[in-house]
């Protein structure tokens, strides 16, 4: 996925829903057009006047003084429900990002699909004279989305945590919305691949910028199979230590050495008992003496660790 000028970026695409919202308030489409942009900008910023905050919950159109509009939806009025499974299925056919996961971390990415299907909603895009059908949205220069940073470098290698090889019967991560899981893009091991390598391009920890984040919840990074490449790349551009939580499937002797490779590293092992029996039935765990024996490799290798025991 590249982007003309830009062609080493990923491309962060967000898809549009075009058909009748079923969350509209008014029946005129142009004063439901301005509505919803109010509100989405209302959800952004708060108007000043002279130096004071203004609360603003309605509008009146300049050619109507007389009537007021209300700006933010009641209780009682409809809303329309997208299922979780629908949402991911539409995120997994077309390649789109969530945009709900997004608005967590970046809210005018949001702002940007409200506006342009509530613009969308009264006009048509045209080109050389013909009706453009659009169905979504990308960033144009990554450079303009550039946020605040702590230098952390999970901001890179989170991206990884999109799956997991265990099955925990205590995961916190059960049960979580999708726009707090990275699982629900469903993408091939290259699209997380080229999402990290962009976000490590614009990481600067020193200037204290990165690309703003979408992580959701990170699962199991040491089963991304490149992961070890992102953390050598990684580490050229910070000595920060890498905090890696793990269930500790993946902590073979090999894996251990790679680890030492790239130190400064600490741990966070989920271990929750050094019985294989109770840890095979705990965590489905298909090879529970891996992360057993991996507790004298990482002593000996100087890689320190934090058991974690869930009560």
Known sequence: MTEKGHSEDYIFRYPLQLEPAGDAIYPNAVTE?????????????????????IKIDGFKLLRDRNTVYGIFAKKHDKVQVTSASGEASHLEKTGYQDVKNA??????????????????SVVNLEREGKAVEVDGFRLK????WLVPSAGDPIEIF??????CDADCIFCYNNGNPPSLSLGVLKRSEAEEWAEMMTRLKYFSPAGGLSLFPSLGSIYE????????????????????????????TRLTAGTVSQLTAVRPVYLYLSLNSA??????????????????DALPRLREKGIPYATVIVP
């Open 158 to 163: 989170g991206y990884a945590g999109a799956r």
């Open 103 to 120: 608005a967590l971390y970046e809210p005018r990415i949001e702002l940007i699909k409200t506006e342009l299907e509530s613009l969308l």
């Open 275 to 292: 019985s294989p029996a109770r840890r095979r039935r705990l965590m489905k765990d298909k090879r529970p003496q891996v992360a057993i």
């Open 33 to 53: 057009m301005i509505r919803a942009q109010l509100q989405s900008l209302l959800n952004l910023v708060i108007p000043i006047a002279d130096g004071r905050e």
């Open 141 to 144: 220069d990554l450079r303009d």
């Open 221 to 248: 990074v040491l089963a991304h199979p490149r992961i070890f490449e992102v953390l050598r790349q990684l580490r050229e551009k910070t000595p920060a230590v890498f905090r890696i939580a793990t269930n500790g």
